[in-house]
Nanobody
Framework: QVQVVESGGGLVQAGGSLRLSCAAS?????MGWFRQAPGKEREFVAA????????YYADSVKGRFTISRDNAKNTVYLQMNSMKPEDTAVYYC???????????????WGQGTQVTVSS
């Protein structure tokens, strides 16, 4: 069973930066980040393939967030810059062992980490 554990959430002022980390155990390929704000559905944020050569972003974070991975550590990172109050949400890391054509589909999920951006 693959385990996914996020870390790095916290409180940051608008315009500031934060980096989330996600460590996964077991054999995985693509990994991604999602977020869920209060009263809203969970939404896709970013994803990266096994090699790290391909990454995908939601329009709302393009140019501000960067996803990367270290396969030696089986860890993916989400660098969040120029943060906005609307980025406030619980951020979830996801991983998958299967191959899907859709980068929003995942097999394993972390427990989530709270990110709060103050205005």
């Amino acid at each position: 069973q693959v385990q996914v554990v996020e870390s790095g959430g916290g409180l940051v002022q608008a315009g500031g930066s934060l980096r989330l980390s996600c460590a996964a155990s077991g054999r995985i390929n693509a990994m991604g980040w999602f977020r869920q704000a209060p009263g809203k559905e969970r939404e896709f944020v970013a994803a990266i393939n096994w090699s790290g050569a391909s990454s995908y972003y939601a329009d709302s974070v393009k140019g501000r967030f960067t996803i990367s991975r270290d396969n030696a550590k089986n860890t993916v990172y989400l660098q969040m810059n120029s943060m906005k109050p609307e980025d406030t949400a619980v951020y979830y890391c996801a991983a998958r062992s299967n191959f899907y054509n859709d980068y929003t589909l995942y097999d394993y999920w972390g427990q989530g980490t709270q990110v709060t951006v103050s205005s």
